[in-house]
């Protein structure tokens, strides 16, 4: 049966009131003990001896059985002198575990994947605007050349294209004309 030394929460609520006992590891905080072998009052300012009590003859006795104490009941115990209570050392306490390490690399690796598709993008769009700049400048100077050429060889393709515009108007004036002549025959008869 292991023993500790701990405390045994007692009091009204919001005014907690501890007593040091002695208890099986096994039992319920606040249920059965061996022993009480002091109390502390935590409502009582710190520098009030009647804060913590402890009965030194009980406590050496029960360490001796082999009794172990909490960490708040060695502190206590530390004070007065009957357990050799040390600081509480852990310099690994603030570094993150190694599911945390592995999530920070797999933020980093995305990060520095995003900022490079950023780049690749700006890039393109850089690559696109630039070829748009080229394809309106070599538009610009087919235009000039066009418009050079057909200042060039004004005369030549003036009569030709000229000649056939006149016939296609000629031909479809009467093809309006046999129109508007057929819809008024039509119409006699209906009425």
Not at 42 to 47: A, S
Not at 172 to 183: I, Q
Request: charged share 35%; net charge neutral; hydrophobic share 40%.
């Amino acid at each position: 049966m292991s023993l500790k030394i701990r405390l045994a929460r007692h009091g009204a609520k919001k005014r907690p009131y501890y007593r040091i006992v002695i208890a099986d590891a096994r039992a319920p905080r606040d249920g059965r003990y061996i022993e009480r072998v002091g109390s502390y009052n935590p409502m009582l300012e710190k520098t009030d001896e009647n804060r913590v009590i402890v009965d030194a003859d009980k406590v050496k006795a029960w360490l001796a059985k082999g009794a172990r104490p909490t960490e708040r009941v060695a502190r206590f115990l530390g004070a007065a002198g009957l357990w050799e209570w040390k600081h509480g050392n852990n310099p690994i306490k603030g570094k993150p575990g190694a599911k945390a390490l592995e999530l920070i690399e797999s933020q980093k690796g995305k990060a520095e994947a995003r900022k490079v598709a950023e780049e690749e993008a700006k890039q393109a769009a850089k690559d696109a605007a630039e070829a748009a700049k080229v394809a309106a400048a070599e538009a610009i100077a087919a235009e000039k050349a066009a418009a050079a050429e057909a200042k060039a060889a004004p005369a030549e393709e003036a009569p030709a294209e000229a000649a056939p515009t006149e016939e296609a108007t000629a031909e479809e004036k009467p093809a309006e004309e046999k129109a508007t002549e057929e819809t008024p025959a039509e119409e006699a008869p209906k009425e």
